[in-house]
């Protein structure tokens, strides 16, 4: 199955008649309609309720008139919002599939839409964010077609579909899927190009968007094509709305001089330097834009979902020391071609500028951004990707200035310097030397501006003790002696011996380094390194004591100073600049109330500039600091006390929002609102939560989070909500535990399918927290397992800490999930490894009768002497339900004596879980009966053991006979006081397995039924009838 490419597929995708033509999907692998999967996949949700919604809408259009089916739909969709929303999304979903009627179905869909397209719209972003990966190759080519129609029809928002496309199209990739997708999009940018200049922020991602695609684009025919479309489309938004372009900031100087050496570019660059007014106005020149900072929006457009979900993953809940198989994945993944090496430029100013920790993050063990960089500098395999990735790295030194810049854009490029010191010297040596010689050759007109930008750097890093002091670093012995040089020469302010330190306030997020270096280890410190630090470079006191300097986390004194919103205030318009400076002035919360709800009903004015939200943002988050300090919570929880503490001025956008009807076009600016806020400040996140949860006048509007996490610049639902509640986790744990039961009613799919929110919650909750949680699920106000999802979780739970797996044993053993859904936990458990899990499942059994399927994977444990697990439930099970249990390990004994020997070492070599093998069995049952030795227990003298040992006996080698003589003369003792003619009838026929290939075998003798045999046999023999066999059929029914 290939994929339509270059202009012949958009040009199918275009024409109405096919809907966007069929021809790339035809003959889809396994999976729906819609998804991809295999058959070890669950149906995935939303591809159910699609094909749900789609079925009723075929159940209505099918064998009547065009006219009727308009009636019908018409008719259905006015009985209610959820109705109107089956409906769209049925539509929507015939459109993926069925090419041929995709045009009548978009018609339709026009027509029955009563909110601008809003649902569509949002369920192509989810789509995009969550599925593009595994959606089906026909249903690819129908999206490109939905969404050209879309844009040619004006529909609103159909903006942020495309900017969430062109986030699809990864860099570094010319596989024919990558190419035709970033192909498609191109065309209907440029087919709708009066459409494109409407929007300015569209306008500058579709620039930085196909500025950095077009370096990947070189060699065939088809790219060098594409590439000269790119090329024309980018230099005339460039030439026509230079200014829109502009907001992009430093990095557009970037990208452009990567492609310099185009023709077009090239007089572009001409006019950028040496005629920038010809441009725009506006524009001063080249300074101008090296002095911006890029914005996060720009940097994150550049990886694909799966890329930036993976990035964060890593930088948040993976261990630094066990990075190794998560870059591995993320290498194989990613950046295993030669194409690639472009995409380390885009992954280093993701991490830079985008990947900003927080204090906790940064004091603990989790992996830190400059081991990701050093992993991702010491990969690259040619000297051009090598020095674009050393650029990229230190770009926002060149220009830095303290009051513009964070602190966090220039962290990782001294901390690759100073941790590969000791492990890579040949690192820190090169990023050095480039360092120095960036200075006189980035643009040499403006070298003494790069000079005081990587100067200020230095300060800064210094001043924000980032490193205590730089002269270890530059004057390292293992550097050689013209590098050493050359950086005295450079930087001699920074070569002298340190002052005694002094203590600076911080109020960024920044790493206390303080001298700490990393062990000298063999391993690569970004692979598989151990987070260690040396005493080498101990400083000594005035008494001659050695004083270490150890890793601390940095405490937040919170510091009142006057807030200062002076550069925001010029960019407002004259009404919003008088109404924020009355918000500064106001003295009490109710005045801050009044004017806050003004601003708000200025920003919903018709003839409001929606470009004056990102400067509103910044004034408000500086304004409004002390709402994100503290506890947020009251002490004492009642209603009044709640109602008040959601009495912020801030809170009023939350109010105004819980207002309005989700199609108001007023609703999208409130949310574009809080997505500025929450770049600005990302505990806005759970501040809304809390609002949500608490005020009256939001009761039942829980689902407006959902809207607000796809405004945001995330624009998923899952990974905006995970970082909403770590950042709770690490503010305020009480405001955590008040939220965790609606966050997991209101968002099961989000939250009961992995054990990332579980691990956060009981990462930090105390003794006390943990048992209000136990009863929130007891009275049925909290659920945090369901079946489907359980055994995988308490999987993920094996590692972590030992409170935080008693935590979440306690809080399953509160729901009311039969202990047969995870029974199967077992065969992942080692006794030394696992004792936590263990101990909770050995009490949780002891209360349980025991199944068949039980008794199987307790004895499916290996043996050990100091493993005590299946001997001690074994004998627990013995006291309370002897015969049950006898009947199960006659049972399984019956059935894996069946089964040849080199059956039995086939199946144990195949798997290496749920390997149930004879020896298995009988060791354990040897341990159990030295156990019960010298107690009155006599659960070896039931019938069902011991007809089970004989038959074990008569047909296993004299390697068993001999290892377990202790057990088998238990059946021995019992055979000696039976009747002799059923005792050689049963010898016959529990031997014949042994002969069965020279031996001629009654019919219910034959292997495929053996063990069946086997018990019919047993059930014909005269025997003591005091304990009739009750499991005969589960004998027969040989599962394994």
Not at 176 to 197: F, G, H, P, T, Y
Not at 840 to 854: D, F, Y
Not at 878 to 887: N, S, T
């Amino acid at each position: 199955m290939e994929l339509q490419k270059g202009k012949g597929a958009a040009a199918a995708a275009a024409s109405g008649a096919a809907g966007g033509g069929g021809g790339a999907g035809a003959g889809a692998p396994g999976g729906g309609r819609l998804l991809l999967s295999t058959s070890l996949d669950a149906k995935d949700e939303l591809e159910e309720r699609l094909e749900r919604c789609m079925s009723i809408v075929t159940s209505m259009t099918a064998g009547v008139s065009e006219r009727e089916a308009n009636d019908a739909l018409n008719a259905y969709v006015c009985k209610g919002p959820p109705q109107h929303e089956e409906i769209c999304l049925g539509l929507f979903t015939l459109v993926l599939t069925e090419p041929a009627q995709a045009q009548k179905c978009y018609r339709d869909l026009a027509l029955v839409s009563r909110d601008g397209m809003n649902i569509v719209l949002n369920k192509i972003n989810q789509i995009l964010m969550e599925k593009y990966l595994k959606l089906q190759d026909t249903c690819r080519t129908q999206l490109v077609w939905l969404v050209r129609e879309l844009v040619k029809s004006g529909v609103l928002g159909a903006d942020g579909v495309c900017m969430t496309f062109m986030k699809q199209i990864a860099g570094g990739d010319v596989t024919a899927k990558n190419i035709w997708l970033a192909e498609s999009v191109l065309d209907i940018l440029m087919e709708q190009r009066e459409w494109v200049l409407k929007s300015s922020i569209l306008i500058a991602m579709a620039v930085y968007t196909y500025l950095r695609l077009i370096v990947d684009h070189h060699g065939t025919a088809q790219l060098q094509a594409l590439r000269q479309k790119e090329v024309d489309f980018c230099v005339s938004l460039l030439r026509e709305r230079f200014m829109e372009c502009l907001m992009i900031g430093r990095d557009l100087v970037r990208l452009l001089q990567n492609v310099a050496r185009i023709p077009e570019f090239e007089l572009l660059w001409k006019d950028i330097i040496h005629n920038p007014q010809a441009l725009s106005p506006q524009f001063t020149g080249i300074l101008q834009l090296l002095q911006s900072r890029t914005s996060r929006k720009f940097l994150a457009c550049r990886l694909t979902p799966d890329m930036e979900t993976k990035l964060l993953f890593m930088t948040s809940r993976v261990r630094f020391g066990q990075q190794k198989r998560y870059q591995d994945w993320f290498q194989r993944q990613y950046l295993s071609t030669p194409d690639s090496q472009s995409l380390r430029c885009d992954l280093i100013r993701y991490i830079c500028g985008v990947v900003h920790p927080s204090n906790e993050v940064l004091s603990s063990d989790i992996l830190p951004r400059w081991a990701i960089i050093g992993w991702l500098l010491t990969t690259c395999t040619s000297n051009v990707a090598a020095s674009n990735a050393k650029l990229a790295l230190f770009y926002d030194w060149l220009f830095f200035s303290p009051d513009k810049d964070s602190i966090m854009n220039i962290e990782p490029a001294i901390l690759v310097m100073h941790h590969s010191m000791k492990p890579h010297p040949a690192i820190t040596a090169t990023l050095l030397d480039f360092m120095c010689r960036i200075i006189p050759n980035f643009y040499p007109p403006l070298e003494g501006h790069v000079r005081q930008g990587v100067f200020s750097s230095l300060n800064h890093i210094v001043e924000k003790r980032v490193l205590a002091h730089l002269a270890p670093l530059f004057d390292n012995p293992k550097l050689d002696k013209e590098l050493r040089a050359m950086l005295r020469e450079k930087f001699p302010e920074f070569c002298s011996s340190p002052s005694p330190p002094v203590e600076v306030k911080i109020e960024e997020p920044v790493s206390m380094e303080m001298d700490n270096h990393m062990s000298d280890k063999d391993e690569s410190c970004y692979d598989n390194a151990e987070a260690a630090f040396s005493d080498d470079e101990e400083d000594l006191n005035s008494k001659g004591k050695k004083r270490e300097f150890r890793f601390h986390p940095i405490k937040e004194t919170v510091v009142e100073e006057p807030v200062d919103i002076t550069p925001y205030l010029d960019q407002l318009d004259e009404s919003l600049r008088d109404k924020v400076l009355q918000l500064q002035k106001g003295s009490d919360t109710e005045a801050q109330c009044e004017v806050m709800q003004e601003i708000v009903d200025q920003v919903l004015e018709e003839d409001f500039d929606s470009e004056q939200l990102s400067v509103l943002a910044s004034c408000l988050q500086e304004l409004f600091k002390g709402h994100f300090r503290g506890e947020v919570l009251p002490e004492e929880i009642t209603e009044e006390s709640l109602e008040e503490s959601v009495g912020k001025p801030l809170y009023l956008i939350f109010r105004n929002l819980c207002q309005m009807q989700e199609d108001n076009s007023s609703f999208s600016l409130l949310l574009d609102l809080l997505s500025e806020l929450y770049q600005k400040q990302p505990k806005i996140g759970y501040h809304l939560l809390y609002y949500l949860r608490a005020s009256k006048a939001a009761a039942g509007k829980m689902n407006l989070y959902e809207s607000f996490a796809q405004a945001t610049q995330l624009g998923d639902l899952h990974t905006c909500l995970m970082m909403d509640m770590k950042a709770c986790q690490e503010d305020d744990v009480r405001l955590l535990c008040h939220l965790t039961p609606s966050i997991y009613t209101e968002f099961p799919d989000e939250t009961l399918r992995s054990g990332e929110l579980l691990n956060m919650i009981v990462a930090v909750i105390d003794s006390a927290q943990l048992q209000e949680l136990v009863c929130h699920v007891m009275m049925g106000n909290l659920v945090m397992f369901r079946k489907d999802s359980v055994l995988n979780i308490l999987i993920q739970s094996l590692d972590w800490e030992t409170f935080e797996q008693y935590c979440a044993w306690q809080l399953f053993l509160a729901h009311n999930i039969p202990l047969e859904t995870i029974i199967p936990i077992l065969q992942h458990l080692k006794y030394k490894e696992h004792p936590e899990a263990l101990s909770c499942l050995l009490l949780q059994l002891r209360r349980e009768k025991p199944s068949e399927e039980m008794v199987k994977m307790v004895l499916s444990r290996p043996c050990h002497p100091d493993d005590q697990f299946t001997t001690s439930i074994l004998r627990h099970w013995c006291m309370k339900h002897d015969e049950l249990l006898a009947e199960h390990i006659k049972s399984l004994l019956i059935k894996n004596n069946s089964l040849p020997r080199k059956r039995q070492s086939l199946r144990s070599s195949s798997s290496k879980l749920a390997q149930l093998t004879l020896e298995q069995i009988l060791e354990h049952l040897d341990s159990l009966r030295l156990n019960l030795t010298n107690t009155k227990q006599s659960f070896f003298s039931q019938t069902p053991i011991l007809q089970a040992l004989q038959h074990v006996q008569a047909s296993c080698d004299e390697a068993h006979k001999m290892k377990f003589s202790d057990l088998f003369s238990l059946a021995e003792e019992y055979e000696d006081s039976s009747t002799k003619p059923p005792k050689s009838r049963r010898k016959a026929a529990l031997s014949s397995p042994r002969s069965r290939k020279n031996a001629t075998q009654p019919p219910n003798a034959e292997e495929e039924s053996g063990s069946s045999s086997a018990s019919e046999e047993e059930d014909t023999k005269p025997k003591p009838t005091k304990r009739k066999r009750k499991g005969s059929s589960a004998v027969g029914s040989d599962s394994d």
